[in-house]
């Protein structure tokens, strides 16, 4: 059974919906952290998986990474995994990644056990923001990202799944979970409260 582990910095694991503003967040709380002297590295899950996915000819833009099938998809997140956990070993890490991606075949959790009990985080970060504002941040990208439209209640269902995913890993793995809303106009306001995360001891 996985136990908690001790590394020179700290995994912190930032989840949340597509379009709820994690990379705008994690770019505030990169910020908060130069200015406090912290470093961190900022990691995207899915740049990673993306990057060995080009490299095998498997998908030729980011959003056809939701349509790889299931087991594909597995060996990328194995991979990138390792990848992160040696990154985490020697540095403190900010991983931008989702709970559950909403797959043909259902939710696919974003860190099922085997990814987890590789990288033992210290923290699961779950931001979180009101159906309607998360539906007008992805129309406002529209051009730029290809993300799914989905109904207030499927938005809801989908934040609900991370909670549960959340609540779940530390309960296996003994991480802890800090929820941080990210309200309209307020990206700032969550990132100082992920980089406090870092804080000196
Ligand atoms: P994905 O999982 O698809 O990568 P994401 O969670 O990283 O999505 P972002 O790309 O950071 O989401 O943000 C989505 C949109 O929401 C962007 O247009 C961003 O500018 C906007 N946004 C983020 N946070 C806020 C906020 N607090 N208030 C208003 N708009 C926001
Ligand atoms: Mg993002």
């Not at 210290?122 to 529209?142: C, F, G, M, Q, W």
């Not at 730029?144 to 934040?159: A, F, G, L, T, V």
């Amino acid at each position: 059974m996985a136990k908690r582990v001790s590394r020179e910095g700290k995994l912190v694991i930032v989840t949340g919906i597509p379009g709820v503003g994690k990379t705008t967040v994690l770019n505030s709380a990169i910020s908060y952290c130069k200015e406090s002297m912290i470093d961190v590295i900022h990691i995207n899950y899915g740049d990673l998986m993306f990057e060995e996915a080009i490299a095998n000819g498997l998908v030729k833009d980011r959003d056809e990474m939701r349509r790889l099938s299931i087991n594909h998809q597995i060996s990328l997140q194995l991979n990138a995994a390792n990848r992160i956990r040696s990154i985490s070993e020697k540095n403190n890490v900010l991983l931008d990644t989702h709970m559950f991606i909403r797959t043909i075949d259902g939710y696919m959790p974003g860190i099922p056990i085997w990814i987890a009990e590789s990288l033992m985080p210290d923290t699961i970060v779950l931001l979180e923001a009101d159906p309607e504002s998360i539906s007008r941040r992805r129309r406002k990208d529209a051009g730029i990202r290809n993300r799914e439209e989905d109904s207030p209640q499927k938005i809801e269902e989908h934040q609900l799944m991370g909670r549960a995913g959340a609540a779940s890993l530390a309960i296996l793995t003994g991480c802890t979970v800090l929820i941080v809303e990210n309200r309209e106009g307020e990206h700032e306001a969550a990132g100082r409260a992920i980089a406090s995360l870092f804080r000196r001891q």
